[in-house]
């Protein structure tokens, strides 16, 4: 291994955007990927671990058993958390865990999110889209597109996938969107989550009692318990609700600062399939990954030590040019397949069928519906969310040409 020179270790993950510019990653990632793909990175803690921005590395670590998703063996990169030392995942957080039990959960799950069956949901997909299409027209103009189409849409899927009752669904709906708010206190944010996370708890339990044509209802047939059953019903639910909802809302933001790109789509609706493999490269909405390495481990000239943390900034990733030629452009017709936006290796997305399915279909509806949809404030008076582990927009207030 020939050794790269030795360098003073970042005193910091770089996390702010570029002034302007809401899609892009912070410049310095871009200015560190050219110099040095894996570089050495203090943590808040002190730990002395890595950061990787290139495409390459980052795939490398991300598809390596060497290095382990365990909350507990890792070093919170972000700013605060000084004094943070995490807690090993809760049951059913397929996130956090290793194999075997990894292994175990996923393999139960794996026949329930075929390419197939995400197909077979395609039609209830459409028709949720234009129920919601429907209400915002005859609401009228301006509207939040996220309170109106990009919450909605990826929860009442979610409900489908687990068999929540059309009676409760609002409840549901009410519950996960408290849960997702960043607008509230903390304190509101876990009595939302605590009760979903009892809520599934119920819906387990009425599974048990008398099954019905659901995931939830399938998983009762296996081994898992009550316990497990109700933490995976939370996982997929966080899974697969805020980031999509956050793709919907991010990438209706983007298309609309992007004209060019909205009338190719509109002009043609077969560019679906292409235009959300961009949109997920370009956006990287979960942005941010975490590993440490199980064991010595030699890459890209470096010796990563057994017990060091790797920081995976997957956003620099996407745009590194050495695998996307001009990649801080946003371009529908390119072909991005390969992109990290669903991650890679054992951990890559468990619900990434359905995401795509719901995307190729309300993407199209939306700015085929609306000819003339366009945000109703400056753009840079649309607010984006603060928090750190996903990137989005709280808000996105759009109107058009009524009839």
């Not at 910091?12 to 990653?25: K, M, Q, S, W």
């Not at 060497?66 to 030392?85: Q, V």
């Not at 490269?281 to 470096?302: C, F, K, M, N, P």
Request: glycine fraction near 8%; include cysteine; hydrophobic fraction near 40%.
């Amino acid at each position: 291994m020939s050794q790269q020179p030795e360098r003073e270790p970042l005193t910091a993950l770089p996390i702010t955007r570029p002034e302007g510019c809401p899609f892009d990653p912070p410049a310095e990632l871009a200015a560190l990927r050219e110099e040095q793909p894996l570089r050495r990175m203090r943590y808040p803690d002190g730990h002395v671990g890595w950061l990787a921005t290139g495409y390459a590395v980052s795939r490398a670590v991300a598809g390596d058993s060497r290095f382990s998703s365990r909350y507990e063996l890792m070093h919170a990169p972000f700013p605060g958390a000084e004094d943070i030392t995490l807690p090993p995942a809760p049951v059913g957080d397929l996130t956090g865990i290793d194999p075997p039990h990894h292994t175990r959960y996923r393999r139960l799950l794996m026949g329930k999110f075929t390419v197939r069956r995400m197909r077979e949901l395609t039609s209830r997909v459409e028709q949720i889209t234009v129920e919601h299409l429907d209400a915002m027209e005859r609401q009228g103009p301006p509207v939040d597109l996220v309170k109106a189409y990009a919450h909605p849409l990826p929860a009442l899927m979610i409900c489908e996938l687990l068999g929540v009752p059309y009676a409760e669904r609002e409840l549901f709906q009410q519950h996960a969107m408290e849960a997702g708010s960043t607008q509230g206190t903390l304190e509101d944010q876990y009595a939302a989550m605590a009760a979903l996370q009892e809520y599934v708890g119920k819906l387990v339990r009425a599974k048990r009692a008398r099954p019905t044509d659901d995931l939830l209802s399938d998983l009762t047939g296996t081994d898992l318990t009550d316990e497990e059953l109700a933490g995976l019903g939370s996982f997929l639910l966080g899974a697969g609700l805020d980031t999509t909802s956050n793709m919907l809302g991010l990438g209706t933001f983007a298309l609309l600062t992007h004209p060019d790109q909205a009338a190719a789509l509109r002009a043609d609706p077969a560019l679906a399939d292409q235009a959300v493999e961009e949109l997920m490269r370009y956006l990287t909405i979960a942005h941010t990954g975490v590993r440490t390495a199980l064991e010595d481990v030699e890459l890209d000239g470096q010796l990563i030590k057994a017990g060091e943390t790797v920081t995976l900034a997957i956003q620099a990733a996407n745009r590194d040019p050495a695998r996307f030629p001009d990649p801080d452009t946003l371009d529908l017709r390119r072909k991005a397949t390969g992109h990290l936006a669903f991650g890679h290796g054992i951990h890559q997305c468990l619900g990434q069928q359905l995401a795509r399915v719901e995307m190729r279909v309300a993407f199209p509806a939306l700015f085929t519906r609306f000819p003339t949809l366009r945000l109703a404030i400056p753009p840079e008076e649309v607010p984006l969310r603060a928090d750190l582990t996903m990137h989005g927009v709280q808000r996105l207030p759009v109107t058009w040409d009524a009839a």
